[in-house]
């Protein structure tokens, strides 16, 4: 017994039996018109029999039953009708399906069988969404659409489909050649994308919830009143809502792969949103422009939201149109299409700033003040979040960019005026180092585990790599309080941004393989905080690992920008101005680059990164010891190896890390990074001086991001001497460097 994905085909092969007489079933699902068709090719004749397992077999107190028709000839037809009355998008929404196959006759309601035995059987399932106010209403839409579909002769179909998928395959792909988890993470990245394809093309957006594989999930759910929810494909956490932030990452590495049309829905649901919500703004708040709320569903559901309204996650939250402009400014970058301009991106981008620039007052010095506003769902309720100091600040400017054409004098004045307006991005100081921070004074309490002050590297990228602030954007990177690999976490990607190779590999390696153990699909994402299988899980691992390839800066691209040297890899994506890249990686260089078309050739810098290390005095002879460890992962030596998210941790409150530089080096700065601080009251630095030790500096508490200067030491073994701490002291990392 053998079942097989076959990708490039788009179509899952199963075959049974001994050499020479095996059988076999191939099911696809066609890639240009909406039926699945199963076909069985077999050693021998044999009946065939096709029976309809209903989900809903009867009424619950959250569903109705389907219905199964009787009397359908040679058919299985069946429905499901909303039970919603209240919400017009809902209300008499019937999903169902027909199922019928050559030679196939009625074998009671729910099944269908050969007459004969035979060796070749065919059998094809015809589903349908409608909003029908009567039964006969959607059965006359069902047998349109099956006539529709079956005017098509099925070998033509099939041979249609295979070509839809192969030209989807030959878009974009990314092969890890060689390196720790290659094939893992190729499989990742592959898979993940085959999902999207098959999920991207209906008429709404992909769910970061299970998507469309929400079929038997092992686990169930336990509701806040204590009961569990019945596991069924009706059923996902978090609901029918389309969260913004969840689903987002599912969109941005889309254009890399060369994927726009996978884009449309998403598209396309925010675009039908925005005339109702310029009503309601106009009606709410009494002035022109609009949002869009962070948790809807694919209708418009706007609220009246004011400032005395208590606080909540997602209450006084107006980003998401920000950060679709931006999307779209990208999309229109990567496209060209001015048509997408004019009928989709202005509309909703200058409704957008059109909001912020009417609903918020100015202060005394005639900048916009944003407040009361959440600094995404982390911080709620404060001052100029930078989130949206930085979404204004990178979409006014990419709509100023765009060609006077297509653009009005009078919003160019508008956006030019506003970026005047823009408060400039909080920055502050955190234990002595200069840092972003996720709003203005005063500092708030936080409600979640996200990085706000993360956001001007990305989504909306003021910092990166050959842009000014860069060592201020690594350092609040550095430093960010939430640190989580997989799910909805963006880390990998902003890593990416920054050139920092070692993180944003250790943390694209646990995207795309954190398989939940109990799923058979190996990309069944493990459910994080979200539900099996987690997609903004996996769009984020698309993202970062292109991002780690090839980025772009107006028409400039980069090629290695954050690409660990240990990684070989080929690779084909794509670019703004309707640009492709493919290449051959191998020890940190390119070694074959094709450009199409070749004149974009000029804008190409490669860069040739091999593993970046955080600055310092890392080399591979490196060596760490120390008087104790808690074992694992905690060893010595995760206190220098240059990644921030592993550490050291003794177990005894007093404690040295000894570090062996592997020859003797010259450095006057120490950085140390401490976990759970302040544990450390007093310690010392010292320096090998034959076979004694030489204290050049002393202090009393590390804290997070502890950074000192002193004269010059040359030395090959240096210490941190522990002398007093209130637990055991746990290190992130130690780096010398010269000052």
């Known amino acids: 017994f053998r079942q097989e994905l076959k990708l490039r085909d788009g179509a899952i092969e199963t075959s049974a039996g001994p050499d020479g007489k095996k059988s076999r079933l191939r099911l696809w699902v066609d890639a240009n018109r909406p039926v699945i068709h199963v076909e069985a090719a077999c050693a021998e004749p044999v009946q065939m029999k096709v029976a309809m397992e209903s989900w809903r077999t009867a009424p619950t107190e959250w569903l109705g039953a389907d219905t199964i028709l009787s009397g359908q000839k040679d058919h299985v037809v069946w429905y499901y009708k909303s039970q919603n009355t209240q919400v017009p998008q809902m209300l008499n929404r019937m999903i169902g399906a027909a199922i019928l196959g050559d030679g196939l006759v009625s074998a009671g309601e729910t099944a269908l069988q050969s007459t004969e035995p035979l060796t070749l059987h065919r059998a094809s399932i015809h589903p349908i969404t409608a909003q029908c106010a009567t039964q006969d209403e959607w059965i006359a839409k069902l047998d349109a659409q099956i006539a529709a579909t079956n005017s098509t002769a099925k070998d033509t179909a099939w041979k249609a489909h295979r070509a839809w998928w192969a030209a989807f395959w030959d878009r974009s792909h990314i092969f890890i050649t060689s390196g720790e988890k290659s094939h893992e993470v190729t499989t990742g990245y592959l898979l993940q994308r085959f999902k999207n394809a098959c999920t991207g093309r209906g008429a709404h957006p992909i769910k970061f919830n299970g998507s469309l594989f929400t079929v038997d999930n092992p686990e169930p759910y336990k509701m806040p009143d204590g009961r569990f929810a019945p596991i069924t494909a009706d059923f996902r ?172 004098q009078a919003s160019r004045q508008q956006w030019k005026r506003m970026l005047g307006e823009l408060p400039e991005i909080p920055v502050g100081d955190r234990d002595g180092t200069r840092i972003i921070l996720p709003h203005d004074e005063p500092m708030v309490k936080g409600n979640n585990s996200e990085n706000p002050e993360l956001y001007p590297i990305y989504p909306f990228r003021l910092f990166g790599l050959g842009k000014p602030g860069l060592e201020l954007a690594r350092q609040t990177f550095k430093a960010r309080k939430h640190r989580m690999m997989g799910c ?239 637990d055991w002291p746990t290190i992130w990392e130690v780096q010398f460097m010269e000052k």
């Open 237 to 408: 956490i978090w609901g029918h809502m389309y969260w913004f932030q969840n689903t987002r990452p599912i969109y941005w590495p889309m254009m890399a792969s060369g994927d726009f049309d996978l884009m449309q829905p998403f598209f396309r649901m925010y675009a039908g949103q925005i005339a109702d919500n310029l009503k309601k703004c106009r009606e709410f708040y009494g002035h022109d422009g609009a949002y869009f709320v962070e948790t809807g569903p694919f209708w418009s559901e706007l609220k009246k939201v004011s400032p005395e309204d208590p606080a909540d996650y997602t209450r006084h939250y107006y980003l998401p149109v920000i950060e679709l402009s931006s999307m779209m400014l990208d999309y229109f970058a990567y496209t060209q299409d001015r048509e997408f301009v004019k009928t989709t991106l202005l509309p909703i981008a200058e409704a957008g700033v059109t909001f912020y620039d009417q609903h918020f007052k100015r202060d005394a010095n005639g900048k916009l003040f944003m407040s009361p506003v959440n600094s995404i769902e982390m911080f709620w309720k404060v001052n100029n979040p930078t989130p949206d100091i930085a979404g204004l600040k990178w979409v006014l400017d990419g709509l100023q960019a765009l060609p006077e054409a297509l653009t009005s």
């Open 488 to 726: 909805w976490s963006q880390e990998a990607v902003q890593a990416a941004y920054l050139g920092d190779s070692n993180t944003a590999r250790k943390y694209v390696t646990s995207h795309l393989t954190r398989k939940d153990p109990r799923m058979r699909f190996p990309a069944f994402w493990a459910a994080g905080n979200d539900y099996i299988p987690d997609e903004d899980n996996g769009g984020n691992g698309l993202h970062a690992l292109q991002t780690m390839l090839v980025q772009f800066e107006g028409a400039k691209i980069l090629l290695l920008p954050a690409w660990p040297g240990k990684w070989d890899a080929e690779f084909k994506l794509h670019a703004p101005m309707q640009t492709t890249i493919e290449g051959v990686v191998s020890g940190g260089k390119v070694v074959k680059l094709k450009v199409t078309p070749e004149s974009r050739r000029k804008d190409v810098v490669v860069m040739e990164t091999s593993d970046f290390i955080l600055p310092g005095l890392i080399t591979p002879e490196m060596k760490a010891s120390a008087s104790s460890s808690c074992g694992g992962e905690y060893e010595p030596a995760s206190a220098i190896d240059g990644d921030p998210d592993t550490r050291w941790a003794s177990s005894t409150q007093q404690a040295w890390l000894e570090v062996d530089l592997g020859k003797p080096m010259i450095f006057s700065k120490a950085t140390i990074r401490e976990a759970f601080a302040p544990r450390v009251q007093a310690f010392e630095l010292q320096a090998k001086v034959g076979d004694s030790w030489k204290t050049f500096h002393t202090g009393t508490t590390l804290g997070a991001n502890f950074q000192a200067s002193f004269d010059p030491v040359t030395a090959q073994v240096v210490r941190l001497n522990i002398l007093q701490a209130s």
